[in-house]
């Protein structure tokens, strides 16, 4: 038994990944304010990623595995977060020795 294998439309992809071309470039000449452009850039540049990446790549169908992938980097980084965040409070306690030297006062020898 054989399952239905349905082709992906390459050619619509294409038509999608060459309109968001042009208007990238329609953007970048576009009279608005620098982070306006820069901010459609990026979300012009990711989605033209997500969709290579989903019908070239044939990546649409690992689902799981990429969000795997996606939230592994995600949970270290709060984790990272919570962990270093007390260090902030922390107080630098140094001698007197110590600040003499920061300051650049000589102690005795």
């Not at 054989?2 to 999608?16: D, Q, S």
């Not at 208007?23 to 000449?29: D, Q």
Request: aromatic letters at 8%; one cysteine or more.
């Amino acid at each position: 038994m054989t399952v239905a294998h349905e082709e992906p439309n390459y050619m619509g992809v294409f038509w999608w990944l060459l309109v968001l071309t042009i208007l990238e470039i329609c953007v970048i000449y576009a009279p608005m304010a620098h982070l306006a452009i820069v901010l459609l850039l990026i979300v012009m540049a990711l989605t033209k990623a997500s969709l290579v990446a989903m019908f070239y790549m044939h990546l649409a169908l690992e689902k799981r595995t990429l969000g795997i992938i996606a939230l592994t980097p995600l949970v270290l980084c709060v984790f990272l977060i919570f962990a270093l965040t007390p260090d902030l409070g922390a107080v630098i306690h140094q001698s007197p020795k110590a600040e003499a030297a920061a300051e650049g006062v000589h102690g005795e020898h």
